[in-house]
Nanobody, 129 residues
Framework: QLQLVESGGGLVQPGGSLRLSCAASGFSASGFAMDYYAIGWFRQAPGKEREGVSWISRSGRNTDYADSVKGRFTISRDNAKTTVYLQMTSLKPEDTGIYYC?????????????????WGQGIQVTVSS
């Protein structure tokens, strides 16, 4: 079973930076490792719906971002390390929430949660002075 584990969250002041990591282990039900799939990052703020933040294709050549984070967040992956990263800069209080990484159903995806079928447990990011 392919499992995803997030790390790197915490408390940061507005304007600060954090780098989240999503480490994958195991294989999907189809027998493929994480490097076969698109990976996405989502977040959920208190009292709000979960929203897509960014995703990256299997090869890393295709990425996309929510409008609210464009120019501030950068997604990348290291398939040799089976890890996907989310570099977050110029953080704002509205970036606060639980961040989840998720495995796409295929090698391309989108920001829609319906295109993902395995999720990490989530990690807290708090932006506050």
């Amino acid at each position: 079973q392919l499992q995803l584990v997030e790390s790197g969250g915490g408390l940061v002041q507005p304007g600060g930076s954090l780098r989240l990591s999503c480490a994958a282990s195991g294989f999907s039900a189809s027998g493929f490792a994480m490097d076969y799939y698109a990976i996405g990052w989502f977040r959920q703020a208190p009292g709000k719906e979960r929203e897509g933040v960014s995703w990256i294709s299997r090869s890393g050549r295709n990425t996309d971002y929510a409008d609210s984070v464009k120019g501030r967040f950068t997604i990348s992956r290291d398939n040799a390390k089976t890890t996907v990263y989310l570099q977050m800069t110029s953080l704002k209080p509205e970036d606060t929430g639980i961040y989840y990484c998720a495995k796409g159903r295929a090698f391309l995806a989108s920001l829609g949660a319906e295109e993902y079928d395995a999720w990490g447990q989530g990690i807290q990011v708090t932006v506050s002075s």
